[in-house]
């Protein structure tokens, strides 16, 4: 009973603590802080997993770059002015979850993210808006 008791506690919590995580990473983009936003990526690269490893995008205001890291698989460099297209097809299920391809500036390597709907927005802002973030 205890365990069922456990799920449904993280069930219902989850979706308020991550609102109130959003919040604050909006805030502290706002107000020029480096913040860290959850997320899974695969890019089109042959030494990387050919499915999305999870793990977090460090984005700083100002910078030029932002960075995927994921346990054991290093760092991703994502410069920043790209643009997002639409996700690819079949490679995700989740109606939580936004899968967004993104095409980093002069043709790089493109990176295909999965991160939570509500995050999505921020992240297309700090990627893709008029102010680049500083050297991450």
């Known amino acids: 009973m205890g365990e069922v008791i456990g799920e449904l506690l993280?069930?219902?919590?989850?979706g308020f603590v991550r609102s109130l995580h959003v919040v604050r990473t909006r805030r502290r983009l706002a107000?020029?802080?480096?913040?860290r936003v959850p997320c899974s990526a695969r890019?089109?690269?042959?030494?990387?997993?050919?499915?999305?490893?999870?793990?977090?995008?460090?984005?700083?205001p100002g910078a030029t770059?932002?960075?995927?890291?994921?346990?054991?698989l290093g760092h991703l460099d994502l410069p920043v002015g790209g643009t997002f297209h639409d996700p690819e097809p079949d490679s995700w299920q989740s109606q939580d979850w936004a899968a967004k391809t993104y095409r980093p500036p002069g043709g790089g390597t493109?990176?295909?993210?999965?991160?939570?709907s509500r995050y999505l927005p921020l992240l297309e802002a700090a990627l893709t808006g008029p102010d680049p973030l500083r050297k991450a």
């Open 10 to 14: 993280a069930l219902l919590t989850d």
């Open 31 to 35: 107000a020029g802080r480096p913040v």
């Open 110 to 116: 493109p990176v295909h993210l999965q991160v939570d």
């Open 43 to 60: 890019p089109d690269r042959s030494r990387w997993l050919a499915e999305y490893a999870s793990g977090r995008l460090w984005l700083t």
């Open 65 to 72: 770059h932002a960075v995927f890291r994921a346990r054991g």
